[in-house]
C-alpha cells in the first residue's frame, strides 16, 4: 500500500464521524458531504506526520470547513417569514439505515436540528463539538477565534438554549410509535378532544411549505390550534405511511400515489410536543419517499 492509498483509508475510516459532525452543523446532507470533501482536500494538502490524534484533527477541520459553510450561508439569508427546515434523514418504519446511524445518533431529530439553527454559528460549532464529540475547548477556541474560557461560554450558552427546548424525544420508539398511531386515529375519526389528550398544552407544530400564499401560517403553537389544523386535513384523500425521521416516530403521507408530506414527531412523556411538518412539494419530490412506504 503507497502512502496515498493508506491516507485514502485513514480518511474514510473517518468519514461518517465528519459527515456526522458537518449533519450537525448544516443540516443538510448534500453540504455536508461538501465539508467533508473540502476536509479531504486540506488532509491531502496537509503534512499530519506530527499530528497526534488524526480523529480529533479531522473532526476540527470539518468543523471549521463547516462553520465557513455556516457563516456564508447565514450572510446571504435575506430576512423572511419562511421556514426552511432542515434536511430530514428518512427510514422505513422497521428500523435505520445502517448508513444513517451516526447521523441519527444522540436523538439529532429534526426538532433538534431547528433549534440549532436558531444559535450563532460560533456557539453551534461550540455545542456541537464539545457535547456531542467530546472535542476539548483548547482544541475549539482557535476555529471560533477565542480562549478555551470563551469557548466554554459559547457552549453553555447553546447547552442552554437546546435544553430550554423538548427536542430529546422518549427513548422508547414502539412507545412513540403508540402515541403517533393514536394521534392518526383520532385525527380519522374527528376527535378533538382525544387529539387534545394527545397533544401536550404547549405543543408546536412547524411547517415548512415552500412557495405557498403568506395566509398559510408556519409555525402553530398549542393543543387547541394543531389540533385545529389536524382536523382540517383529515378532508383531503390522503395515505398515512409510518417511516422513522431521523431515527424518531414520523409519518410519511401521500396523496393520489405521489408525497404529500412528511412529519417528524417529538413525544415526551406520552405526549407529543413538537411536530416539523415538510410539504414543501419541489423538496419532497427530490427525496425517494415512495419506496418507504408501507405498502
Known amino acids: 500500500m503507497n502512502e496515498r492509498e493508506r491516507q485514502a483509508q485513514e480518511f474514510e475510516r473517518r468519514r461518517p464521524r465528519m459527515r456526522a459532525v458537518a449533519y450537525r452543523m448544516l443540516g443538510s446532507l448534500s453540504e455536508a458531504d461538501d465539508a467533508v470533501q473540502e476536509a479531504w482536500l486540506r488532509y491531502n494538502r496537509a503534512n499530519t506526520d506530527e ?163 403568506e395566509r398559510v401560517p408556519r409555525v402553530v403553537r398549542g393543543a387547541e390550534a394543531v389540533a385545529g389544523r389536524a382536523l382540517i386535513y383529515r378532508r383531503l384523500d390522503l395515505e398515512m405511511h409510518p417511516v422513522l425521521v431521523n431515527g424518531a416516530a414520523g409519518i410519511l403521507v401521500t396523496r393520489q400515489g405521489r408525497p404529500f408530506s412528511l412529519s417528524s414527531i417529538t413525544v415526551r412523556g406520552g405526549r407529543i410536543v413538537t411536530m416539523e411538518f415538510l410539504a414543501d412539494p419541489e423538496r419532497l419530490e427530490r427525496m425517494d419517499l415512495l419506496a418507504l412506504a408501507d405498502r
Open 51 to 213: 499530528v497526534e490524534s488524526l480523529d480529533a484533527w479531522l473532526t476540527t477541520v470539518v468543523g471549521r470547513v463547516a462553520l465557513n459553510m455556516l457563516r456564508a450561508r447565514k450572510s446571504r439569508r435575506e430576512d423572511s417569514f419562511d421556514l426552511r427546515l432542515p434536511e430530514p434523514i428518512v427510514d422505513r418504519a422497521d428500523g435505520t439505515d445502517p448508513e444513517h446511524e451516526a447521523l441519527v445518533a444522540d436523538s439529532v431529530g429534526l426538532a433538534m436540528l431547528v433549534v440549532l439553527d436558531t444559535l450563532p454559528p460560533p456557539e453551534r460549532l461550540a455545542f456541537v463539538l464539545h457535547d456531542m464529540f467530546a472535542v476539548p475547548f483548547a482544541d475549539i477556541a482557535p476555529i471560533v477565534d477565542r480562549t478555551p474560557e470563551a469557548a466554554r461560554q459559547l457552549a453553555s450558552r447553546g447547552r442552554r438554549r437546546v435544553q430550554g427546548e423538548r427536542v430529546v424525544p422518549d427513548a422508547d420508539l414502539d412507545e412513540q410509535r403508540e402515541v403517533v398511531e393514536a394521534f392518526l386515529a383520532a385525527a380519522h375519526d374527528g376527535d378533538f378532544d382525544r387529539l387534545l389528550a394527545i397533544l401536550d398544552p404547549d405543543v408546536v407544530l412547524r411547517a415548512d411549505m415552500g412557495d405557498v400564499p
